[in-house]
C-alpha cells in the first residue's frame, strides 16, 4: 500500500490516467456525435430503458456523447477533474456489465462461458463491432484509470482550476 501511496504522489498515475481515458472518450464520445443514431439502435438493443416515451431514449442517444466529450475535455484539461473522472467512472461502471449481459445473451445460456470471447456486436461505444471479452477488458481498464483520477490524493498533473 506504501508502493501505491509513493507512486500516486508523483502525479505520473494520475496524468496517464487523465491522458488515457481522456482521449478514449474524446475518440468515442466525437463517433457518436456525427451519427447518434447507431448510438440509439445500440441504446434499444440493451434493453434495460424505457421505449415509451420515445423521447427519453433519444435524448441520452443525443446527450450522452455530448457528456462524454464534455468529460474528456475536463480530464484532458484538468479542470473539473473529479467531476469528470466521477461522470466517467459512473458510465463505465454502468456500461460494462450492459455489455457483458448483451455478450451472454448472444451467447444463450447453454453455451460454455468461454464462447464468449467469439461473440462480436455493436456495444454502441463508437467503435462499430468488436469482440466482446476484449472489449469488457478495455472497459475494466478504463474503470480503473477513471477510479484513479478520482481518487487519486496527487496535486502534481492536477492542472485545472480545482477540479
Given at each position: 500500500m ?8 508523483t502525479g505520473?498515475p ?28 445500440s ?6 430503458l ?13 446527450v450522452?456523447?455530448w ?5 474528456a ?13 466521477l461522470?466517467?467512472?459512473?458510465m ?6 450492459l455489455?457483458l ?34 472489449k ?14 478520482l ?13
Open positions: 506504501e508502493l501505491v501511496r509513493k507512486l500516486d504522489a505520473v494520475l496524468l496517464l490516467a487523465r491522458i488515457i481515458v481522456g482521449f478514449t472518450f474524446l475518440y468515442y464520445g466525437a463517433e457518436k456525435i456525427g451519427d447518434p443514431i447507431p448510438f440509439l439502435k441504446l434499444k438493443g440493451y434493453d434495460v424505457p421505449l415509451h416515451p420515445s423521447w427519453v431514449i433519444n435524448s441520452l442517444a443525443v450522452l456523447p457528456v462524454e466529450v464534455m468529460c475535455a475536463a480530464l484532458l484539461s484538468g479542470i473539473q477533474l473529479r467531476s469528470a473522472a461522470l466517467t467512472t459512473v463505465l461502471a454502468v456500461f460494462t456489465p455489455i449481459n448483451l455478450g451472454l445473451s448472444l451467447v444463450g445460456t447453454e453455451v460454455a462461458f468461454e464462447s464468449l470471447c467469439d461473440v462480436v456486436a455493436d456495444c454502441g461505444c463508437g467503435s462499430g463491432k468488436v469482440r466482446i471479452c476484449p469488457l477488458a478495455s472497459n475494466c481498464g478504463l474503470l480503473a484509470l477513471s477510479l484513479w483520477a481518487l487519486s490524493r496527487a496535486t502534481r498533473f492536477r492542472g485545472g482550476l480545482g477540479g
